[in-house]
């Protein structure tokens, strides 16, 4: 069964970005999950909490709104409930995603942006009408469902407080849902209050602006497109009180990042995970490690998503101010 191996990836120490930094950097990596990232975890969460509330019976259609992962995730626990997938993306998703989604039996639609419930053409709101007008349907809503930031509370925390031998001293995660770094961050602070949470979004996502003023303005301005973060809403399941602060990159920093670390270590990493190691890499200073800190980098997902959008140096620069996630 899937959920027993949801979780418990390998948190490694990376010594070129350790010497880098000069401090001790780990990277967390979640490629190891069996749907290869993080979003098994919070998409296995809200399926058994639908499950128990006998929302989701065989023969139904599980419902999604994605930048692709959560809905790769969702279609591989569907077949095992003997489920539908239904997956609305937007048309930013990468095509390995959409490739992969096909793959494993999800039925997609394509939406022109990702804006949220109240944006009549958005994956959100489509997603959600979806569900309301077919029998047996049922919508995850990973931007407003309590099981999304519990998935990480109960495991990803946790994970990380023994894997450091309780020596963490920061984690930086790219905030999409805000579920990731919601529940990581409200465990770990549990444990000690002064543990840094740090969150990385896009140039123009709106976390920061919420985090320092508590409020959002509509100033009509889209953020860059770096697949699975970033939002022109605040979702119901990102916790102020969890994140100490926001930091902003923009994609061909990160795109430059990803090319170095692969020229680097000859490994390929994922889009928000190079989002991650540029934010670090502009804010050095700023971030201000010490020596002997323990520093986690969250790297949700792989490269292999993203070969044309990240590797493939013949691409023609694709993100547009609207073609977000
Ligand atoms: C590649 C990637 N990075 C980061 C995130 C953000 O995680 P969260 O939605 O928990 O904030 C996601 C979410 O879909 C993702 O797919």
């Known amino acids: 069964m899937i959920e027993k191996k949801i979780g418990n990836t390998p948190l490694r120490r990376c010594e070129h970005l350790s010497n880098k930094f000069s401090t001790n950097i780990y990277i967390k990596d979640e490629s190891c999950n069996p749907g290869k990232s993080s979003k098994d975890r919070a998409a296995y969460f809200m399926l058994e909490e639908a499950i128990k509330g006998n929302k989701i019976q065989p023969g139904g259609t599980i419902v999604e709104a994605s930048s692709g992962n959560t809905g790769i995730s969702i279609a591989l626990m569907a077949k095992e409930l003997g489920c539908r997938a239904k997956i609305f993306v937007s048309k930013s998703c990468s095509e390995e ?27 959100q709101y489509q997603a959600q009408a979806y569900a309301a007008n077919h029998e ?8 407003y469902n309590s099981a999304n930031i519990k998935a990480h509370y109960k495991t990803t925390g946790p994970e990380i ?4 031998n309780h020596q963490v001293t ?9 579920g990731t770094i919601s529940g990581i961050g409200r465990y770990l602070k549990e444990q000690k ?5 740090l969150g990385v979004e896009p140039t123009n996502s709106v976390y920061q602006t919420f985090l320092e003023h508590g409020k959002v303005e509509n100033t009509g301005v889209v953020h860059d497109a770096i697949e699975g973060i970033g939002r022109t809403f605040i979702p119901g399941t990102f916790d102020v009180q969890a994140v100490d602060a926001i930091y902003q990159i923009d994609a061909e920093s990160s795109k430059r990042a990803a090319q170095d670390y692969r020229a680097d270590t000859d490994q390929l990493i ?8 540029a934010a670090v890499e502009q804010n050095l200073s700023h971030m ?14 792989h490269g292999d998503r993203y070969l044309q959008k990240l590797y493939n140096n013949n691409q023609q620069e694709t993100t547009k101010a609207f073609d977000i996630l």
């Open 97 to 123: 995603k959409r490739a992969l989604l096909e793959a494993y039996g999800a039925s997609i639609e394509i939406c022109d942006n990702s804006f949220g419930l109240h944006v009549f053409n958005s994956t």
């Open 136 to 143: 047996n349907a049922y919508f995850t809503n990973q931007y």
């Open 161 to 164: 407080w023994e894997q450091t």
């Open 170 to 178: 920061h984690v930086i995660a790219g905030v999409g849902t805000g």
């Open 193 to 197: 209050k002064n543990i840094k949470i």
């Open 270 to 277: 994922g889009f928000s995970s190079a989002a991650v190691l």
């Open 288 to 301: 201000n490690f010490k020596h002997d800190d323990h520093v986690v980098l969250y790297f949700p997902d």
